[in-house]
């Protein structure tokens, strides 16, 4: 027998011992990556709800005359029609960060106009606590669905 022919199995081995380590330390972060990604959705649904807020609430401050209105649908945020220049209350209509499938669920008041938006998603936050985002406060919820970003008015 040559000496090659035989390291040939110990290379096998090896290789084996390598990639079993691999899958075990997969193993071990797996989970803390898991919920690092959904932390990451969170946060980004908050801070995506803000800017609806932001941008529903500037529609309706910046309504000519006196009667202040809220937007018929999203898109009105995008290019507000109602002056003669063009006026934009939000870049994009950005999506869902925990249900990038679905669209934003609506809050409407009595005349059909959107005073804020909300999650469909059905999943339970990491949050367990009331959030105070300086423009609304989400009271602790069960589901995402449960968080509802709408402007507050000032009476």
């Not at 090659?4 to 090896?14: D, I, K, M, P, S």
Request: glycine residues 8%; contains cysteine.
């Amino acid at each position: 027998m040559r000496r090659g022919e035989r390291q040939q199995g110990f290379t096998l081995v090896a290789v084996l011992v390598l990639l079993a380590l691999c899958m075990l330390g997969l193993a071990v972060v797996g989970p803390q990556w898991s919920q690092q990604v959904r932390r990451e959705r969170e946060q980004e649904l908050l801070r995506i709800g803000v800017l609806y807020v932001q941008a529903i609430a500037e529609y309706r401050a910046t309504s000519p005359g006196s009667l202040k209105q809220y937007p018929l649908k999203l898109q009105d945020l995008l290019v507000d029609t109602r002056f003669v220049g063009t006026a934009r209350h939000l870049r994009e209509l950005y999506a869902d960060p925990v249900n990038p499938k679905q669209p934003w669920g609506l809050v409407q008041n009595e005349d059909g106009r959107i005073t804020g938006v909300y999650s469909l998603s059905e999943e339970a936050p990491l949050a367990e606590r009331a959030i105070d985002l300086g423009t609304t406060v989400l009271a602790p919820a069960k589901h995402y669905s449960d968080w509802k970003f709408i402007v507050k008015t000032k009476s």
